[in-house]
C-alpha cells in the first residue's frame, strides 16, 4: 500500500505542532521531554516520507541514516535528561520547571 507523501508530511505536521505545544504549555518537566521526543518522532517520519517520495530505490537509504542519527541523538538527551531530573529532584523534591528554574543550591 502506498500513501502519499502529503499525508505522511500533514501527520508529521500535526505530531510536531503538539509537541510544541507539549513544550510551552506544561510545567512537568518529563512531560517537557516526552513533547521533545514527540518532536523528534516527527522530524524521522518526515525524513522517511522524503527518502520514499524523493530519491531513487538505492538513495533512499540516505533518509534512514539521518533517522539512524536522529535516533542517536534521541536516546542520548533521554538518558541525560532522566538523569537532569533525577538529580533535581533529589535535590528539590519537585519536577515542576517554574519552581526549579534557579538552580542555586
Given at each position: ?49 522524503f ?8 538513495e ?46
Open positions: 500500500m502506498n500513501i502519499p507523501p502529503a499525508y505522511v508530511l500533514t501527520l508529521s505536521g500535526i505530531l510536531f505542532a503538539l509537541g510544541v505545544i507539549g513544550v510551552l504549555i506544561r510545567r512537568n518537566a518529563i512531560v517537557i521531554f516526552m513533547s521533545i521526543e514527540l518532536m523528534l518522532n516527527s522530524a524521522n517520519l518526515a525524513f522517511i516520507a527518502a520514499r517520495a524523493l530519491a531513487p530505490a538505492q533512499a537509504l540516505r533518509g534512514h541514516v539521518f533517522v539512524f542519527f536522529v535516533i542517536a541523538v534521541a536516546a542520548s538527551e533521554v538518558a541525560v535528561g532522566l538523569a537532569l531530573i533525577v538529580a533535581i529532584f533529589r535535590s528539590k523534591e519537585s519536577i515542576d520547571v517554574d519552581e526549579v528554574s534557579s538552580l542555586r543550591g
